[in-house]
């Protein structure tokens, strides 16, 4: 005789509610989509990293294209909330050095935070199925990075903020898939030790 019930390791694991089972299963996402990228990432190894069956995961958000825009979403929002608190600790004409100390630091005590983020636009671009659930989310971290830079110089022509988001995101993405060797704290500290001069 047959039961129905699902054997183990299948659904929701026991003692976790669905608001659990979710936090879980974004924390195991960011990690593989951060190591791995949209296309790397198997909906079965998401469900793997969470420790839930493929089609729980599915059952919580959909499709894999929105888990990653779910998981950039919160990541984003994230880095926003930590460089515009730099942003208000930072006084006025300080130039950019700041940021890129806060950023460097950020990508040290939470680099898949960082390389996400780096690399979702990267993402979208590549995979057309992420333009309607990702939409236009890295450009409000662009708008922070605009912003601060004309808060501190308010007559820096806007190439500054473009080299910034490139430096800063440059060596995100670079040291975690190019040369991971790199220890990408100490340039941004060299870069931010000429805008201090």
């Known amino acids: 005789m047959s039961s129905s019930a699902p054997g183990p390791g299948r659904g929701r694991p026991a003692g976790r509610s669905g608001d659990e089972s979710r936090g879980v299963a974004l924390a195991a996402a960011r990690r593989v989509f951060a190591r791995d ?13 969470a420790g839930m069956e493929p089609a729980n995961l599915r059952h919580h958000f959909g499709s894999k294209a929105e888990l990653y825009a779910r998981v950039v979403d919160d990541a984003m929002g994230e880095l ?6 730099e942003l208000a600790l930072t006084p006025a004409g300080a130039g950019p050095a700041p940021f ?3 950023l460097g630091a950020l990508a040290a005590e939470a680099p898949d935070l960082v390389t996400l983020v780096a690399l979702a636009p990267l993402d979208r671009a590549r995979h057309p199925e992420l333009a309607g659930p990702l939409g236009d989310g890295a450009v409000g971290l662009e708008a922070l990075v605009r912003a601060a830079v004309a808060e501190w110089r308010p007559d820096a022509p806007p190439e500054l903020a473009d080299a910034l988001i490139a430096i800063g995101f440059g060596l995100a993405v670079y040291p975690a898939r190019i040369d991971r060797t790199l220890d990408a704290a100490a340039v941004i500290e060299a870069v931010a030790t000429l805008f201090d001069r």
Do not use: F, K, W
């Open 80 to 85: 926003g909330d930590v460089l515009a608190h």
């Open 37 to 49: 990228g949209y296309a790397g990432a198997s909906t079965r190894e998401l469900a793997a990293a």
């Open 100 to 102: 890129l100390r806060r």
